[in-house]
């Protein structure tokens, strides 16, 4: 996998990994689909319930969603990322939403997702430098 940091400005790229994963080209072990959104888990969790919770619709970023995507979609896809957790159980004990955008952000992969973490105590919010 490529680590090069995105940039949140370029245009969506249809060959990206998650255009992959959601096309059903490269395997990915889904643990929740609908209209609007496909979760799977993460191939380097970093907690017990590690998730990434992708649009269907072809979104560079947050950046790229909040700006264009059609209000329904983007309440599709809010609603979704909650199914997920509860889906998982993951209510009563919570969990860690994350999204990173673009080379601060640390975003590798040029498809929106959020990871959804759970499954144990997540600590600071942040340990990088
Ligand atoms: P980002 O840094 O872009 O927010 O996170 C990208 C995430 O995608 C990383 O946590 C990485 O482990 C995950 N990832 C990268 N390639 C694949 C893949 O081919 N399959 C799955 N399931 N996850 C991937």
Same mark, same amino acid.
Do not use: C, Q, W
């Given at each position: 996998m490529s680590v090069t940091p995105v940039d949140p400005t370029q !245009?969506?790229?249809?060959?990206?990994?998650?255009? =992959?994963? *959601?096309? %059903?080209?490269i395997?990915?072990?889904r643990v929740y689909e609908d209209e609007w959104a496909v979760a799977f888990e993460d191939i380097a969790? /970093?907690? !017990?319930i590690h998730v990434l919770v992708v649009p269907r619709g072809a979104y560079v970023s947050w950046d790229d969603f909040s700006q264009n995507a059609p209000a329904q979609e983007v309440a599709g896809y809010v =609603?979704?990322? $909650?199914?997920v957790a509860r889906q998982l159980g993951l209510v009563e004990? $919570?969990?860690r939403l994350i999204n990173n955008i $673009?080379?601060? @952000? %640390?975003q590798i992969v040029p498809h929106l997702h /959020?990871? *959804? *973490? @759970?499954g144990r105590t997540m600590g600071p919010? *942040?340990? %990088?430098q």
């Open positions: !245009p969506y790229d249809s060959d990206n990994i998650f255009a =992959k994963i *959601l096309r %059903g080209e395997p990915s072990t969790p /970093v907690a !017990p =609603k979704a990322i $909650g199914n004990d $919570g969990y $673009g080379p601060d @952000g %640390g /959020v990871h *959804l *973490l @759970g919010m *942040l340990t %990088g």
